[in-house]
């Protein structure tokens, strides 16, 4: 483990390699899953006033469950407590969108990637498959490791991109420069050292 203020973060953030691979997976981590993503209480109201100009970019069904429940939903179980974004039918999320080729997308990411919305999309979303849980003391960085993203991991293992690197600019709105900056050296020593054995 690397200990970076109060952050604990998992050796796999820095050994383990990983790049989405879309062609192969279709961007199937949005619709599987028996939950909807993590939101933290700050992204509410970024989402809520991003919804006018993401609602274009979302399914019917999608924009009838916000029109039910709201941006998000209250969660309560074993593995989070805290907010999700909604889901259509308990699967897919309910920002979900689709490109032309079938490949699911996020609504709130096509509206940023657009012009349209400053919010980019949940944090947990951007630092996937990077999850981070508050303890205490300490905040934990850990690797969730998924049999669907198995291309992914094929994939970084080819292009040699460890995980932290992926999830940079996802690390960087999180935890800030500095955070990413002392990260990224501490995965430099770590491999120097094993070269040097």
Not at 69 to 85: H, I, L, M, Q, S
Not at 104 to 125: H, N, Q, T, V, W
Not at 149 to 159: Q, V
Request: proline letters at 3%; glycine letters at 6%.
């Amino acid at each position: 483990m690397i200990l970076i203020d109060d952050k604990l973060i998992s050796e796999e953030i820095i050994s383990k390699q990983f790049v989405c691979d879309l062609n192969a997976c279709k961007g199937i981590c949005c619709v599987e899953g028996d939950a909807g993503a993590p939101v933290e209480a700050a992204e509410v109201e970024l989402m809520e006033q991003s919804l006018e100009q993401v609602l274009p970019y979302m399914t019917e069904k999608g924009r009838q469950v916000i029109e039910e429940v709201g941006v998000v939903v209250k969660e309560d179980d074993d593995e989070y407590t805290g907010y999700a974004t909604p889901l259509i039918e308990n699967a897919a999320c309910a920002f979900i969108a689709y490109k032309e080729d079938g490949t699911a997308a996020c609504a709130f990411e096509l509206a940023y990637m657009d012009g349209k919305s400053k919010f980019r999309k949940p944090i947990s979303c951007h630092l996937y498959p990077v999850r981070v849980k508050n303890y205490n003391t300490v905040v934990a960085v850990n690797y969730d490791e998924w049999d669907i993203c198995s291309a992914a991991c094929t994939l970084g293992e080819s292009l040699r991109v460890p995980i932290y690197v992926f999830v940079k600019d996802a690390l960087v709105r999180k935890f800030g420069e500095e955070f990413y900056e002392v990260l990224a050296l501490a995965a430099k020593e770590r491999e120097e050292g094993k070269s040097t054995q």
